[in-house]
């Protein structure tokens, strides 16, 4: 089955740029999505097909996806944005195609 | 609003049933597909099981196939996870998410509901 392989932490400080990488082999052909979950919640998306943002969603969230690694980017970090973020894709060539990745906890200092 | 709000969980004993709901609302609930997602305690997120807009068709996560079965009444508004022959490894959270109608994403989620396993 389909792997995803998440770093377990990022740091970054207020005002600067986070990057949380999601690995797969040949991920770059499949559409990655992200999540955001903090404490206590259920995860929101933040990042569809790759890079696509859903209404409500800040512009500082991107997102990019080539080869064998996607990569979530957080510009001008702010306080709130410490979470946990999932990758997830879909395995259209199996018969249990829900794929998450670890996660990955972001923190800011 | 797109609303789903998922209710049944509690505490079970190994080899016990639980099934959980999932009421949907503010969307044509029988345009989409859904989907189980769960969170064990502390850990990360688990997919568990889909079901296409009219429930022809169904997939699962190899560690529920064969003791938990999706199902959904589109005239309730409502999707449901029968859990049999549960094991401790099942205690999580779990939630319902909505598909889209183009794509294989998750949202909205529902706020979740805990099953706990244990004797």
């Known amino acids: 089955s389909y792997v995803l392989t998440q770093p377990p932490s990022v740091s970054v400080a207020p005002g600067q740029t986070a990057r949380i990488t999601c690995g797969g082999n040949n991920i770059g052909s499949k559409s990655v999505h992200w999540y955001q979950q903090k404490p206590g919640q259920a995860p929101v998306l933040v990042v569809y097909d790759d890079s696509d943002r859903p209404s409500g969603i800040p512009e500082r969230f991107s997102g990019s996806n080539s080869g064998n690694t996607a990569t979530l980017t957080i510009s001008r970090v702010e306080a709130g944005d410490e979470a946990d973020y999932y990758c997830q894709v879909w395995d259209s060539s199996s018969d249990h195609p829900g794929v998450f990745g670890g996660g990955t906890k972001l923190t800011v200092l | ?119």
């Open chain 2, 1 to 119: 609003e797109v609303q789903l709000v998922e209710s049944g969980g509690g505490l079970v004993q190994p080899g016990g049933s639980l099934r959980l709901s999932c009421a949907a609302s503010g969307f044509t609930f029988s345009s989409y597909e859904m989907n189980w997602v769960r969170q064990a305690p502390g850990k990360g997120l688990e997919w568990v099981s889909y079901i296409s807009s009219s429930g022809s068709t169904i997939y699962y996560a190899d560690s529920v196939k064969g003791r938990f079965t999706i199902s959904r009444d589109n005239a309730k508004n409502s999707l449901y996870l029968q859990m049999n022959s549960l094991r401790a490894e099942d205690t999580a959270v779990y939630y319902c998410a909505r598909e889209p109608q183009r794509g294989n994403w998750f949202d909205p989620w529902g706020q979740g509901t805990l099953v706990t396993v244990s004797s």
